[in-house]
């Protein structure tokens, strides 16, 4: 399977300050990717890069397979971005914005009406930009990557500043393109919104990828079991189980991989083998403990 | 290219500035013909070098000299209009982020500013051919009120376009250096204080001119500046039209270059600063707003 974006220890430094540090990325086709990091991490020069906007200091970026250095245009014809906060002239109205990019893009106006109508945006048309409210902003912003109808779109931070409604209709919107056969780049600060609606996910931490990997994956299910003494005969009997794949300590408890309708087999498990338990419930962790598990270990 | 030229003219056309500035300039045409009007009719008979200058005012409203006039303001006040146009254009897309916005669809950056370049300049001639239509009408207004004949030769209407070619060839420096610094500053007031800054030093406090008077090499880095050339350009498109500023003004012709060197230095001014900037706009990142 081709990778549509592809970067090989991609760099950028500007002056001493490293932005981003010999990342290497692959989204595949088809898929949501969700790019997090906290502010100032590194994701939106990154997007830059990939966008062909900044020059990284080393390495390359592979964009359905052109280098975005030498082959830009090629690279980019099928790429719709919405980078940082969208950018448009305050002047004109949503609808004129979006025909300046449709004619320098030689497409129809019949287009603009298309995507105006996808963004719920149409009623709205003829006001000027200046006048939109944030999550009009957003929206529009998302129409005017959407208007050549490319396979790859990025967006950078396509929540900020929208209320739960707004950002729940974003979420969606972006389901929806996914659904449609579109890659999604999806770049956040916002882990909730990452792990509903990305099946893999990229953290960024000062430059660095710190975690990649599905959704899924990368988060722990299983059960957590906290006994009363005795943690190393329950170890043993839990190892000596075909349905425990990974025994891990957690604070005074194990998390163990299991399935979690096996609690009350491990329960009884431990009962009989005379190790008395304190807890025993199915644990599942968050994106968000998750990304706070992993940049902590980084501190350490 | 054609589709983006489109779509900065939509840009530029839309934009309040580019009226707002227009109207101000061909609202100070109209002044000016209306001073040269009333100091030609409201003042008494004079003789000497004052008559020729009431002369030469008198020929500026009347036909075929009436197009010099617009000419001349296109060169003159034009010129500082052209400076907050070019870098408006240019600087508003850093501080709007449109930059950006653009360059991610397309990222063929000296195709978008050769194209932004051509608007900018295309926005000019309408603006030029404006104010030539503007003091037409005046010069149909005036003319009967000076008891003068309103023909205009079929010449005249061919130095005309050449005239109006020669005029925005004469901002075309102006203009590209304007870009170069907002590219360079990434800012419309970057732009703007560069562009008006040389066009201050070279006519207002006439600075450069103080070096033709050590002369050797300094007089000949003198008439090789922009201004000391497009002095020669404009010149010519007053003379075009039977005016003569020369016998009013302490303009010696013998120190103005030649029309040919005028033509030249100009070109490779505006092709060092076109250089420029395509160098400089090509390789530099675009990195957020501002």
Redesign the interface.
Known sequence: MDAVIRTEELTKRFGDRIAVDRINLEVHPGEIFGFLGPNGAGK??TI?ML?????PTSGRAFVFGCDIQRE??AA?RE???M???P??????SGR?NL???A????LPDRRVEEVLAQVDLTARARDRFSAYSQGMKQRLGIA?ALL?EPRLIMLDEPTNGLDPAGQLEIRNLVRSLSGSGRTVFLCSHLLHEVEQVCQRVAILKQGRIIAQGEVAALLRRGVLVRTIGERERAETLLRSTPWVSRISEYGDAFLIDAPGDRTADINALLTAGGVPVAEIRHYETSLEEFFLEVTAERER | MI??I??EW??LS???LSWILLTIFLVLLVVQVLVQFALTVGMPVRSGIVSAQFEEWRRGILFPGIFATALSHVNGLGGIFAVIFAAGAIGSEYS???L?????????RDRYLLAKLATIMLTLAVATLLSVALASLLGVILAPLLGASMSVAPGDLINLIVGILRALYVLLPYILLTAYATLLTRSLLGGLAVGLSYIIVETGFGALALLRVLGGVWALAYNLTIGQNINTLTLMNRHAFGLRPETTAPLDLSQLPSPLQATLVVAVYSALFLFLSLRLFR?R?????G
């Open positions: 939106t020069t830059g966008l062909g906007l900044i020059r830009a245009a980019l790429v719709g971005a980078i940082e906060a950018a448009f002239y305050p002047y004109l004129d025909r300046v990019l004619r320098a893009a030689g005017a050549h | 589709n983006l489109r779509a939509v840009k839309r934009r309040p709007w982020g449109t950006r916005t653009h360059l991610a669809r397309d990222p063929l390789t990142d675009i990195a957020g707003p």
